[in-house]
């Protein structure tokens, strides 16, 4: 779990380089986002990668099970077979309401 957080500092715009150029500031302020190389850039995300797939069928789950009849001494039983090949990722879909990312560097409520 926690395969959302990014790992290298490649091209997330809210880490810094720490310099305090700005004569505005004090030495304990530290600005909400610091912006390199995004203008626009938000904290907010609004699209997430799907964890639900596509079946042949079209049906739409996060596992799909095929029931197969299992003979045992003479007993028939049935068994539940997870089916993991010829599925298709949902792919992106858009959040309802806007998250903040992970990686935003500011702590929002301190109780």
Same mark, same amino acid.
């Given at each position: 779990?926690?395969?959302? &957080?990014?790992?290298?500092?490649? +091209?997330? =715009?809210?880490? &810094? ?5 700005? =004569?505005? %500031? ?7 986002? #610091?912006? #390199? ?20 069928? &079209?049906?739409?789950?996060?596992? *799909? +099970? ?5 003979? !045992?001494?003479? !007993? %028939?039983?049935? %068994?539940?077979? !997870? ?10 879909? %858009?959040?309802? /309401?806007? $998250?903040? /990312?992970?990686? *935003? =560097?500011?702590?929002? $409520?301190?109780?």
């Amino acid at each position: 779990m926690g395969g959302s &957080g990014s790992k290298s500092r490649g +091209y997330w =715009p809210f880490s &810094g380089s720490g310099s305090t150029d700005d =004569p505005t %500031k004090d030495g304990n302020e530290q600005p909400l986002a #610091r912006v #390199r190389s995004f203008a626009g850039a938000t904290p907010f995300v609004f699209t997430r990668r799907s964890s639900m797939f596509f079946d042949e069928d &079209g049906d739409l789950a996060h596992e *799909f +099970y095929e029931e197969t009849i299992v003979t !045992r001494n003479g !007993r %028939k039983r049935a %068994k539940l077979k !997870r089916i993991q090949k010829n599925l298709t990722p949902q792919g992106i879909i %858009k959040l309802d /309401h806007p $998250c903040i /990312h992970v990686d *935003f =560097p500011v702590v929002l $409520c301190e109780a």
